[in-house]
Every structure is written in structure tokens, then in C-alpha cells.
């Protein structure tokens, strides 16, 4: 390979991105990362030094440059348009409005790539009628190309494909095969370069923010450097300012700072009020499993999935004929972990005495709560239980398993389009959590929407042979992955899809 002597040189490159960057790269990468080198190189005047260059962390155009060739900035006018609605319909008010926060608004986009981000929140934020105030919105990237194209204003049909007519017809001109957005919409966004990874006074004054905007940026990142950023933007929010993330990104692990909202069809962040950052197998056979149909006829008859958990019975479980679920990860407190085993083998009573039995701290640590609320389901005191979870919730709010849980007890209260809130949180901060898709299945099944029940259902059974057997025992209801499965093939079947 051309300018690279040896695997050790795509290593420190591999080192350096991680560092300087933040972003993280399997072994499986390696020979991406290699080329991407090699094609560095070749447009670098002192090759040699290229290495020791980035190290010293100098050149910030390339490092722009390299964030440009090994992540995909794709961006476009009013991209996951839920968010945009939450932030017109629910955040502004609540920021900017008559008993708002504040008379401005403040608007940071980080990330922003070419602008589209930051250009749309200004043709939604335009002429909002603010006491004395007026919208701030700034658009941050460390790339300088992407910049440049940002200020010039010059968009292809591509970057508008999402973009309502009106704010076509309003906003933007033709010229050749390019759309020109209109100045005055230019002039109202601020860019800068910067890399989120740096610490800047300026870019990061304390709680200077109303909304940021951060989308598909964290899941690029390793553990550590997400875990950076996250505490600057939250020092740099405004307590009750909001934070928007990209889809298939959460806070979950990185941070108790926020309350999680869900409208519109989308999830977001508030900064706690007052609050300073913490920032912290095998194959299956096509043949019905002999669990499937018993499982699936109590599914038929019982009015609720939980109550199928609160008639599971042992004679149920053995005509599953699998190895008992226990647990395969090592809980905090050895009793919490002793009335685990108990819930296994079906000690309902005993487990919950042991756990009533912590010492207080311990009692109230999130295992033990959501272990609680989990028995009482079981027992048929889903008041009780719901009360675990809410108090769970409230020492940790993106606590997927405490939604799941929530999900069967509003579904029990008859609170259907509840059940179907908390499993979809449960799903939004845990996307590997099958039991949520399979209760989902099971609720738009009994709502006779065949199709939300096919696709809710497959999900499941994709996602139950790989659960840990932690969860099946703890959430499982009783059954083991087998008896799901073949629950999931029998309500496939049932709706007319392919099991």
C-alpha cells in the first residue's frame, strides 16, 4: 500500500481518530481506515510528518476533512420532520412564550453539516413574535468545506425532497439546477467551525442555550468522547432548555440531566430544572413448537397480557422443554440476586419478603425497584406496581424496563393508548429489547391491525434469540425464549403473516 510501511501506522491512525475525533472503528474497519490514509496522504505536502500532524491535533481543516471521509453527513431540508413539529408546537412555546423562560431564543446546531438543520429551524422560527427579543441560531461543524457550502446558500431538488411546497415557493429561488435560499434566511444563521470534542468558552458558555440540536452525532462516537460532548452541551443548556437527538440515539447510560419527553410522534430531552450536569442461537424449524399453541390460546383468552403472566402456570412451562432462564449477570446486591432466582422458580411471596427486607439504601437502588414492581405484576397488584415504576422513573428516567412494566399495567387499567406510549419509550431507549415489540404485537392484534401486529411481532422474534436470559427471566412472564417465539410464530400465523 502506497506511503503506508506497516499495520502499525493504521493503528496510530486508528488511535488518533478516536482521540481527536471521537470516533470509533472495529477491527472490521481496519482496512477502510487504511484507505482512507493511504488517500490522506497522497494530498498531504509533508507525508511524512502526516501522523505526528494530527497527533499534535494542528490542523483542524483536516481534521474536518477526515470527519468528511469516514462518517456520512447525508442532511436535508426538514429531515425527521416530528422533531420540528415538537419544537414549533411544544419547546417555542414553552421557551419563548407568554410565561416562557425567556424573551430570545437560542438556538445551537451542532453538527450541522452543509446548514440544512439550522436554515430550516429558521424559515419555522421566522417572525415569531417574541417580547422584545429575537431568535439566535448558530450552526457548528468541524468541517470547513461543509461550512462553505452552508453560507453559499445553493441547495439541489435532493436537499429540498422533504421540504414542504409553501416553503419552497417562500423561501427559495431557481437558478439553473439549483435552489438559492433567500438571504434573508442566510443572514439568519451564524457559522462557525468547531470541534465538539474541544473545550471552548465561547461555543460552551454556561447555560447560554434554549434548544440544541445534536442529531446523528453521539452514536459516531466512542463511550468516553460522547459522554464529553453530552456534558458540555449540558452545561451549556439553560436549565428546562431541550435537546434534540437524532433517531436511533438516546441518553440512556450517558446521563441523568434530562427529562424524556415523547410528542408528536418523536422523542426528546429537557434539562432538569435547577439541576447542575452529572453527566454519568441457532437455526428455528418452520414446525410449531409444541408451547405454541397452549401459550398462544391463553394469549386468546386472557383479557390482557398480563393477565397470561398472572396465570402462568409450571404444567404451562413444561411443555417447553428448554433449559430454565437464570440470570447472567451479577447483580449489585446478593439478595437482590437471591430473589431473582426466587421469581424463577415462582416463590413470588418469599422474594418480595427478601426484598422488603434490604437495607434501605439497597431497597431503593433501581434493581430492586424495578425487581419489585416486576413481582407485584406477577400478583396481580398493578397499582402497586405502577408506583414501583414511577418511582423508579423518577430516580431513572430512561429506565427501559420501568416503561415495559408500565406498559402492562396502563394496558390492565384499560388505558390502551398508555400501554402503547411506555412500550414504545421502552423500545425508543433500548432497541434490543424484545418484550416491548412483542406486547405491542399482541395489543394492535386485539385492535384487528393486522399489519402493525406483523410487523411489531416479527421484530420480536428477530429480537428474542438474542436476548439475554436476564431480561426473558425477569420480563419473560414466566416463559422461557422458546414458548415466545413460538408465540410469536402462532400470532403470526393468526394474522396472516409468515411465522
Same mark, same amino acid.
Given at each position: 500500500?502506497?506511503?503506508?510501511?506497516?499495520?502499525?501506522?493504521?493503528?496510530?491512525?486508528?488511535?488518533?481518530?478516536?482521540?481527536?475525533?471521537?470516533?470509533?472503528?472495529?477491527?472490521?474497519?481496519?482496512?477502510?481506515?487504511?484507505?482512507?490514509?493511504?488517500?490522506?496522504?497522497?494530498?498531504?505536502?509533508?507525508?511524512?510528518?502526516?501522523?505526528?500532524?494530527?497527533?499534535?491535533?494542528?490542523?483542524?481543516?483536516?481534521?474536518?476533512?477526515?470527519?468528511?471521509?469516514?462518517?456520512?453527513?447525508?442532511?436535508?431540508?426538514?429531515?425527521?420532520?416530528?422533531?420540528?413539529?415538537?419544537?414549533?408546537?411544544?419547546?417555542?412555546?414553552?421557551?419563548?412564550?407568554?410565561?416562557?423562560?425567556?424573551?430570545?431564543? /437560542? @438556538?445551537?446546531? #451542532?453538527?450541522?453539516?452543509? *446548514?440544512?438543520?439550522?436554515?430550516?429551524? =429558521?424559515?419555522?422560527? $421566522? !417572525? +415569531?413574535?417574541?417580547?422584545?427579543?429575537?431568535?439566535?441560531?448558530?450552526?457548528?461543524?468541524?468541517?470547513?468545506?461543509?461550512?462553505?457550502?452552508?453560507?453559499?446558500?445553493?441547495?439541489?431538488?435532493?436537499?429540498?425532497?422533504?421540504?414542504?411546497?409553501?416553503?419552497?415557493?417562500?423561501?427559495?429561488?431557481?437558478?439553473?439546477?439549483?435552489?438559492?435560499?433567500?438571504?434573508?434566511?442566510?443572514?439568519?444563521?451564524?457559522?462557525?467551525?468547531?470541534?465538539?470534542?474541544?473545550?471552548?468558552?465561547?461555543?460552551?458558555?454556561?447555560?447560554?442555550?434554549?434548544?440544541?440540536?445534536?442529531?446523528?452525532?453521539?452514536?459516531?462516537?466512542?463511550?468516553?468522547?460522547?459522554?464529553?460532548?453530552?456534558? /458540555? @452541551?449540558?452545561? #451549556?443548556?439553560?436549565?428546562? *432548555?431541550?435537546?434534540?437527538?437524532?433517531? =436511533?440515539?438516546?441518553? $440512556? !447510560? +450517558?446521563?441523568?440531566?434530562?427529562?424524556?419527553?415523547?410528542?408528536?410522534?418523536?422523542?426528546?430531552?429537557?434539562?432538569?430544572?435547577?439541576?447542575?450536569?452529572?453527566?454519568?442461537?441457532?437455526?428455528?424449524?418452520?414446525?410449531?413448537?409444541?408451547?405454541?399453541?397452549?401459550?398462544?390460546?391463553?394469549?386468546?383468552?386472557?383479557?390482557?397480557?398480563?393477565?397470561?403472566?398472572?396465570?402462568?402456570?409450571?404444567?404451562?412451562?413444561?411443555?417447553?422443554?428448554?433449559?430454565?432462564?437464570?440470570?447472567?449477570?451479577?447483580?449489585?446486591?446478593?439478595?437482590?440476586?437471591?430473589?431473582?432466582?426466587?421469581?424463577?422458580?415462582?416463590?413470588?411471596?418469599?422474594?418480595?419478603?427478601?426484598?422488603?427486607?434490604?437495607?434501605?439504601? #439497597?431497597?431503593?437502588?433501581?434493581?430492586?425497584?424495578?425487581?419489585?414492581?416486576?413481582?407485584?405484576?406477577? !400478583?396481580?397488584?398493578?397499582?402497586?406496581?405502577?408506583?414501583?415504576?414511577?418511582?423508579?422513573?423518577?430516580?431513572?428516567?430512561?429506565?427501559?424496563?420501568?416503561?415495559?412494566?408500565?406498559?402492562?399495567?396502563?394496558?390492565?387499567?384499560?388505558?390502551?393508548?398508555?400501554?402503547?406510549?411506555?412500550?414504545?419509550?421502552?423500545?425508543?431507549?433500548?432497541?434490543?429489547?424484545?418484550?416491548?415489540?412483542?406486547?405491542?404485537?399482541?395489543?394492535?392484534?386485539?385492535?384487528?391491525?393486522?399489519?402493525?401486529?406483523?410487523?411489531?411481532?416479527?421484530?420480536?422474534?428477530?429480537?428474542?434469540?438474542?436476548?439475554?436470559?436476564?431480561?426473558?427471566?425477569?420480563?419473560?412472564?414466566?416463559?422461557?425464549?422458546?414458548?415466545?417465539?413460538?408465540?410469536?410464530?402462532?400470532?403470526?400465523?393468526?394474522?396472516?403473516?409468515?411465522?
Amino acid at each position: 500500500m502506497n506511503g503506508i510501511s506497516s499495520s502499525g501506522q493504521v493503528e496510530r491512525f486508528r488511535c488518533i481518530i478516536a482521540e481527536h475525533l471521537g470516533l470509533q472503528f472495529e477491527d472490521a474497519k481496519l482496512g477502510f481506515l487504511a484507505e482512507v490514509l493511504e488517500r490522506r496522504l497522497h494530498k498531504q505536502a509533508a507525508a511524512a510528518d502526516y501522523l505526528g500532524q494530527l497527533e499534535a491535533r494542528l490542523p483542524l481543516d483536516e481534521l474536518g476533512a477526515l470527519a468528511l471521509e469516514l462518517t456520512v453527513p447525508e442532511t436535508y431540508f426538514f429531515r425527521n420532520v416530528e422533531q420540528f413539529h415538537a419544537l414549533m408546537e411544544a419547546v417555542v412555546p414553552d421557551r419563548a412564550g407568554p410565561s416562557g423562560a425567556s424573551k430570545s431564543l /437560542r @438556538i445551537l446546531s #451542532a453538527g450541522c453539516a452543509s *446548514g440544512e438543520e439550522p436554515y430550516t429551524i =429558521a424559515m419555522l422560527t $421566522r !417572525g +415569531l413574535p417574541l417580547e422584545g427579543g429575537q431568535v439566535s441560531i448558530r450552526g457548528v461543524d468541524v468541517n470547513r468545506a461543509m461550512l462553505d457550502r452552508a453560507a453559499r446558500g445553493r441547495f439541489t431538488e435532493w436537499a429540498l425532497r422533504e421540504t414542504p411546497p409553501e416553503m419552497k415557493r417562500r423561501w427559495f429561488r431557481r437558478s439553473g439546477r439549483e435552489s438559492v435560499l433567500d438571504e434573508t434566511i442566510l443572514k439568519s444563521v451564524q457559522f462557525s467551525q468547531h470541534n465538539l470534542l474541544d473545550e471552548s468558552p465561547e461555543l460552551w458558555a454556561v447555560e447560554h442555550y434554549d434548544v440544541v440540536f445534536c442529531r446523528n452525532v453521539l452514536m459516531y462516537l466512542t463511550p468516553k468522547k460522547a459522554a464529553a460532548v453530552l456534558a /458540555r @452541551i449540558t452545561r #451549556a443548556l439553560a436549565p428546562g *432548555g431541550y435537546l434534540f437527538l437524532g433517531h =436511533a440515539e438516546t441518553l $440512556r !447510560g +450517558l446521563s441523568q440531566d434530562f427529562h424524556l419527553h415523547h410528542t408528536h410522534g418523536t422523542f426528546y430531552y429537557q434539562r432538569r430544572e435547577g439541576d447542575g450536569p452529572a453527566a454519568r442461537q441457532g437455526g428455528e424449524s418452520d414446525q410449531a413448537h409444541p408451547a405454541a399453541m397452549p401459550l398462544a390460546a391463553a394469549v386468546e383468552s386472557a383479557g390482557t397480557w398480563v393477565d397470561v403472566i398472572r396465570n402462568a402456570s409450571e404444567r404451562v412451562r413444561e411443555l417447553t422443554p428448554e433449559a430454565p432462564l437464570r440470570a447472567a449477570i451479577s447483580w449489585p446486591d446478593k439478595n437482590i440476586e437471591a430473589a431473582l432466582e426466587l421469581l424463577r422458580t415462582e416463590q413470588f411471596g418469599q422474594a418480595m419478603e427478601m426484598l422488603q427486607s434490604l437495607p434501605p439504601e #439497597a431497597a431503593r437502588s433501581s434493581e430492586a425497584l424495578l425487581l419489585t414492581a416486576v413481582l407485584l405484576t406477577h !400478583g396481580g397488584k398493578l397499582a402497586d406496581a405502577e408506583a414501583a415504576c414511577r418511582g423508579l422513573l423518577a430516580i431513572d428516567e430512561l429506565n427501559a424496563g420501568a416503561h415495559y412494566v408500565l406498559a402492562l399495567c396502563r394496558e390492565s387499567a384499560g388505558d390502551e393508548r398508555g400501554a402503547i406510549d411506555h412500550d414504545q419509550t421502552a423500545i425508543y431507549l433500548d432497541p434490543a429489547f424484545a418484550m416491548p415489540h412483542l406486547h405491542l404485537g399482541l395489543l394492535a392484534r386485539r385492535a384487528a391491525d393486522p399489519e402493525g401486529a406483523r410487523r411489531e411481532l416479527t421484530q420480536a422474534q428477530v429480537l428474542l434469540q438474542r436476548e439475554d436470559g436476564s431480561r426473558l427471566l425477569l420480563f419473560g412472564g414466566g416463559f422461557g425464549r422458546e414458548a415466545l417465539a413460538a408465540l410469536c410464530r402462532a400470532e403470526l400465523q393468526a394474522c396472516g403473516g409468515q411465522s
